[in-house]
């Protein structure tokens, strides 16, 4: 028995083998595409294993930055108590020579006043009035 092929058959056949056709053609770029999605894959592994040491890293960076900072406070306290140290030595010393180093400051002045007055020939501020 023979059988033979109508246009219909023929029409389907041209049809499949586009359709073939077509599907190998789309093939390709989904082929790419899941390289694409590999190399993308692999880029975000390796970056993930290089970001954690990086991490920790700057952790134990900023656990001695913190540690550096404490030590500058600790500085910073004993020079500000050393400076109200020293605020109070200089407030003590004026009190203690201030008022006399200024009372005899006074009394100087008027001792040279009082010697100027009595010397022949020379004249006072108060005389020159």
Do not use: C, W, Y
Request: aromatic residues 4%; hydrophobic residues 50%; glycine residues 8%.
């Amino acid at each position: 028995m023979v059988t033979t092929m109508t246009g219909g058959d023929i029409a389907g056949l041209i049809a499949a083998g586009i359709f073939a056709v077509l599907v190998a053609l789309l093939a390709v770029p989904l082929l790419k595409l899941g390289k694409v999605f590999d190399e993308t894959t692999n880029a975000i592994h390796d970056l993930s294993e290089n970001v954690t040491p990086l991490l920790e890293e700057a952790t134990t960076t900023i656990s001695e930055t913190n540690k550096q900072l404490a030590r500058v406070d600790t500085i910073t306290s004993g020079v500000a108590d050393a400076t109200a140290n020293v605020s109070s030595l200089v407030a003590l010393f004026a009190a203690t020579l201030g008022g006399p180093l200024i009372k005899f400051a006074g009394f100087t002045a008027a001792v040279r006043v009082a010697i100027v007055g009595l010397r022949p020939g020379r004249k006072t501020a108060d005389s020159s009035k």
